[in-house]
């Protein structure tokens, strides 16, 4: 990932509206949601949701194909990984192994869990 690529992908996430339907996405997995789902969930009305969608996408967050007369959106993993790896990328000074800080380690080798406020462990 480029630089530019990365500002126009944590641009689109600078919004909150833009955030709120970037999370609900990847929480749905990569089977996605419909927009009129997407919408309700969120309380958007469609035009705004769209020109959301429609931002997310440009900036390689999110995905969308056809299914009859819906269209279905999903989190684009790919594009969240390039992200967090062009963030995490030089790490401790690149030398990412034995930093100590798991956000450092490739994805590719390890799974980070993330402890929320009450000490469950989540992926």
């Known amino acids: 990932m480029e630089s530019i690529e990365a500002v126009a992908a944590l641009g689109a996430l600078a919004q909150e509206n833009r955030l709120e339907v970037f999370r609900l996405l990847v929480q749905a997995g990569p089977e996605g949601l419909p927009a009129g ?3 309700e969930r969120l309380k958007l009305a469609s035009p705004t949701l769209s020109f959301h969608l429609a931002q997310l996408r440009h900036a390689g967050l999110v995905t969308a194909k056809r299914d009859g ?3 279905i959106y999903a989190a684009d993993y790919d594009g969240m990984d390039d992200l967090m ?3 995490t990328e ?3 000074g690149g030398k990412a192994e034995g930093c ?3 956000a450092c380690e490739p994805a590719s080798r390890t799974v980070i869990h993330r402890r929320t406020k009450r000490g469950a462990s989540r992926q």
Request: hydrophobic residues 40%; glycine residues 6%; proline residues 7%.
């Open 100 to 102: 100590g800080i798991p």
């Open 69 to 71: 007369r819906s269209l």
């Open 90 to 92: 030089n790490c401790c």
């Open 85 to 87: 790896s062009f963030l």
């Open 37 to 39: 789902q997407i919408a």
